[in-house]
């Protein structure tokens, strides 16, 4: 169980928008790959970079959605 849940909101709240960020430059100017890659590898970083702006926009809209736990009764004692 979480203990802090506010503090790993906003932990949760940067990694999102640190992802978002980078993968939105990524896709835009894709020069950025130059010196690193080759260009028939391009379409693949590109995908990547698709697949994290998706991973990031869960994870923006878990963490602003997650309200706090009930605390329930354990089934172990």
Not at 25 to 47: F, H, M, R
């Amino acid at each position: 169980m979480i203990n802090n849940l506010k503090l790993n909101k906003i932990l949760w709240l940067v990694v999102a928008c640190l992802a978002l960020i980078v993968a939105f430059i990524g896709v835009i100017n894709q020069d950025i790959y130059s010196k690193v890659v080759t260009d028939e590898w391009l379409p693949t970083i590109v995908a990547q970079d698709g697949a994290t702006i998706a991973a990031g926009l869960i994870l923006l809209f878990l963490a602003l959605k997650t309200a706090k736990a009930i605390k329930r009764n354990s089934l172990l004692p």
